[in-house]
Every structure is written in structure tokens, then in C-alpha cells.
């Protein structure tokens, strides 16, 4: 557990279980409508716990000193074949409304990045639509934006 003081949220940033779902359902189902999905919260609540059950993802949840959910990553593992090392695929960032520039989103994706150095990871990976403001806050960061390769996708 990771404990962040920003100037607005005490807060705590948590690897989430399945002890978590109540906190991140709403969460994640606010993510999907970010993203115009309609609201489904027993989807998002079956889509997660199959997640926790299966151990095919890492959760992380931001939760205020208040008990409430703030916001959470969602990191897939995946492997580098040139590199032969494991990497992650920082696939879910989503901050509720009222919490966002407040320091939340950092504080998730410096957890992510600390998971990923213990792991003894290659790093991490993200993918975001073009006019998504949180880029900001991945340059800030340090991210740098791939332009050396070309990302295609085929969907059944």
C-alpha cells in the first residue's frame, strides 16, 4: 500500500481484490461510459471479478482517507520477445470527475510503475485516444510517445 498526500486527498493506493468490487464497480463502469458504453454495472462487476479470479490482471484502486473510491489502473502482463522480458500493458486510467486533477491519476500511474520495476518488468505500455487530455499528464510524467512504430488492430 502506497500513501499520498495531495493538497485536496489524503489518500491510499491499494492492490485491489475481489474484497474491492464495491468500491470499483462504479468505478470501472464510469470508465466504460467515459468511453460511450452504456451503463452496466453487473457486466463491469462480473468483467472484474472473472478478472481477480483468473489472476489475468493487476488492479490498482486510489481510495480517499474518507472510504471512497477515487480512481484505479488496470495493468495486463505481456512479454517483449526481442527484449525477452515482461512488460505490462497499462490498458485502464480512470479518475472519477470530482477527483480529477487532484493528483490521483499520478499517484496511480506511479504505483503502476513501482509494480512494474519490482516485477523486474521492461516497462510499461499505454495506448490513448488522440484528443485524451490525461496525455498531459503521461508527458509530465515521462511517458514518451512511440513514434517509431505503427499499432493495427483486427476486431471479430
Known amino acids: 500500500m502506497i500513501q499520498y498526500n495531495t493538497y485536496l486527498y489524503r489518500m491510499k493506493v491499494v492492490k485491489a481484490s475481489e474484497a474491492h468490487l464495491e468500491l470499483l464497480v462504479p468505478l470501472f ?6 468511453y460511450k458504453r452504456a451503463s452496466n454495472p453487473e457486466a463491469a462487476r462480473k468483467f472484474l471479478s472473472e478478472r481477480f479470479k483468473k489472476n489475468d490482471s493487476m488492479i490498482f484502486l486510489a481510495i480517499a482517507s ?8 488496470q495493468l495486463y ?3 517483449s520477445s526481442v527484449a525477452m522480458q515482461r512488460t505490462y500493458i497499462l490498458n485502464d486510467l480512470y479518475v472519477a470527475s470530482e477527483a480529477r486533477k487532484k493528483g490521483v491519476g499520478e499517484a496511480l500511474m506511479e504505483a503502476a510503475k513501482e509494480f512494474a520495476i ?3 518488468s521492461r516497462g510499461l505500455t499505454l495506448e ?7 496525455q498531459k499528464l503521461y508527458q509530465r510524467l515521462g511517458w514518451k510517445k512511440d513514434t517509431t512504430v505503427n499499432h493495427y488492430t483486427w476486431e471479430a
Open 29 to 34: 463502469n464510469g470508465y466504460r461510459m467515459f
Open 66 to 73: 474518507n472510504g471512497n473510491g477515487l480512481g484505479f489502473t
Open 77 to 79: 502482463p505481456s512479454f
Open 118 to 120: 519490482a516485477q523486474g
Open 128 to 134: 490513448t485516444d488522440a484528443d485524451n487530455p490525461a
